[in-house]
């Protein structure tokens, strides 16, 4: 039986920052929005579901009871790079149990599905770090149309996963980080991201842009060799013409 999500500091995290305080709701509309309304340094807001999850590009995120982690950390200020930690923070609490990888630019996937997407958004003096994990779906319980591409821990593993024991992990790793960013350490926390992005020389497309991937640079973007020169991306759907590797 997992546990309720209402555990989830019952014990606790040994954080600094992420994790100070929770707030855990059975339906909500967006974790991000309540982040947004409500958010104090390092709150956790986790729901079982959301009603109007939201995504990256103005898009629905599918967020159905029991299935998936849906939460949000606030953090006052705005902090460089805490969609890189975010990404980082979520890979290494799966990497014990299953081959996550990084997908630029901040999504995770297993076996090549998208099994976790995150979602910064800044507003009044905060920062809502929204991450959706796709968690005990199986594949008849994502609609039909992103069965291709997206996948769960349980469809992408063997490993038992309990929701409360992930998202202490995540949290635990996301604290390191943060606290790495709030120190100064953006460089590094950008450099490890990058890496794990595993991008330079692949050929790629994002949207109407194909090319060689030259590097990432400061920002995140990436700099791309076209046949027209080099173009500069900053987010967007990628995907690799190379094939796996
Ligand atoms: C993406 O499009 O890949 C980003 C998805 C982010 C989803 C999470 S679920 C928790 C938080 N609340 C939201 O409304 N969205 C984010």
């Not at 546990?3 to 509309?29: K, Q």
């Not at 729901?47 to 103005?58: P, V």
């Not at 606290?179 to 991008?199: K, Q, Y």
Request: proline share 3%.
């Amino acid at each position: 039986m997992e546990s309720p999500l209402s555990t989830l500091l019952d014990t606790p995290l040994g954080t600094r920052v992420v994790g100070r305080a929770a707030e855990v709701f059975d339906e909500i509309d967006s974790t991000n929005d309540y982040a947004l309304q409500h958010g104090t340094d390092g709150l956790v807001v986790v729901a079982d579901s959301q009603n109007a999850g939201r995504g990256r590009m103005g898009r629905s995120w599918h967020s159905a009871p029991g299935l998936g982690l849906w939460f949000t950390v606030a953090l006052e200020g705005l902090i460089d790079g805490v969609v890189f930690a975010a990404a980082l923070a979520v890979r290494d609490a799966i990497a014990p149990h299953a081959p996550a990888k990084v997908k630029w630019p901040n999504d995770i996937l297993i076996n090549g599905h998208k099994v976790c997407g995150i979602l910064a958004e800044h507003r009044d003096g905060i920062t809502a770090l929204g991450i959706g994990v796709n968690v005990h779906h199986t594949r008849e319980d994502f609609p039909k149309e992103l069965l291709a591409k997206a996948g769960s821990l349980t469809t992408e593993s063997d490993h038992p996963w309990d929701r409360v024991t992930l998202l202490r992990d995540i949290l635990k790793h996301l604290d390191q980080k943060v606290i790495l960013l709030r120190n100064g350490e953006f460089e590094h926390v950008r450099d490890e991201w990058a890496e794990a992005c595993e991008l330079r020389g692949r050929r790629i497309r994002c949207d109407a842009i194909e090319g060689v991937v030259n590097d990432i640079d400061a920002k995140g973007a990436l700099l791309v060799e076209t046949a027209d020169g080099l173009e500069r991306i900053l987010s967007g759907d990628l995907m690799l013409l190379d094939g796996d590797r």
